[in-house]
């Protein structure tokens, strides 16, 4: 079974401090994606990576950032929190695979932070 | 432009009903892939189905079962004999062919009573 793990299930923040989300897979996936999901707005893609080092924005990348020195962890960055960054966070990881292989491009994801900035 | 659209914001049945869960999408490309996710309170999206947009056979796995139709642009949901543990959001989305991405639809939240 594919396992992506979060580092925190709840996290309380203070505005202004410096915050690390850590997201890790166990399936060897290349891909990695880091969403946040808000009532009313849905799941929505900050930022995702395609290899090691690699990085892409995604559609509301600002006010984050990413690291990706391992394959198996991809950290998602606030450098000073802000209370519009109160959100639940969603880590997943895919597959390139093979061409036709049923699981290439499925997404698996983690259990979800929840986190307040206060 | 791609998008997906779950018309259905909230859907309440009575335990042992059957229940459909809609998805329109919209994609100009040929090839791509839908998927449906399980969102249950606890929070974890949990993956469901994938269906390539060459095979328009419907698939059935135990209570629930899948239609896709490219005429109309739907891949719907149904639940079969609905129970209290499928109450959940549950989530449409699409792959399209341009780096392994996928586009949500915004959810049905669907509620099963005793």
């Known amino acids: 079974d594919v396992k992506v793990t979060q580092s925190s299930r709840y996290l309380v923040k203070r505005t202004g401090e410096k915050v690390f989300l850590e997201c890790v897979q166990d399936?060897?996936?290349?891909?990695m994606f880091w969403y946040r999901q808000d009532p009313g707005l849905g799941l929505r893609l900050i930022y995702f990576s395609y290899d090691v080092k690699m990085k892409e924005k995604g559609d509301i990348p600002e006010g984050y950032s990413v690291s990706r020195e391992k394959k198996e962890r991809f950290s998602l960055i606030l450098e000073s929190a802000s209370t519009n960054q109160t959100s639940m966070y969603l880590c997943a990881s895919s597959s390139s695979g093979l061409a036709g292989s049923t699981s290439t491009d499925t997404q698996y994801f983690g259990p979800g932070t929840r986190l307040t900035v206060l | 432009a791609q998008k997906v659209t779950q018309a259905q914001t909230e859907i309440s049945v009575v335990e042992k009903e059957d229940v459909t869960l809609d998805c329109v999408y919209e994609t100009r490309d040929t090839t791509y892939y839908l998927f449906w996710y399980k969102q249950p309170p606890s929070g974890e999206l949990v993956f469901l189905i994938r269906?390539?947009?060459?095979?328009?056979q419907n698939e059935i796995s135990g209570r629930y079962s899948w239609n896709f139709q490219k005429s109309t642009s739907s891949f719907n949901f149904t639940i079969t004999a609905s129970q209290v543990v499928d109450s959940a959001v549950y989530f449409c989305?699409?792959?399209?062919?341009?780096?392994?991405?996928?586009?949500f639809g915004q959810g049905t939240e669907l509620s099963v009573k005793p």
């Open positions: 989305a699409l792959h399209y062919n341009q780096g392994g991405k996928l586009i």
């Open positions: 269906r390539n947009s060459f095979d328009e």
């Open positions: 399936m060897d996936h290349e891909n």
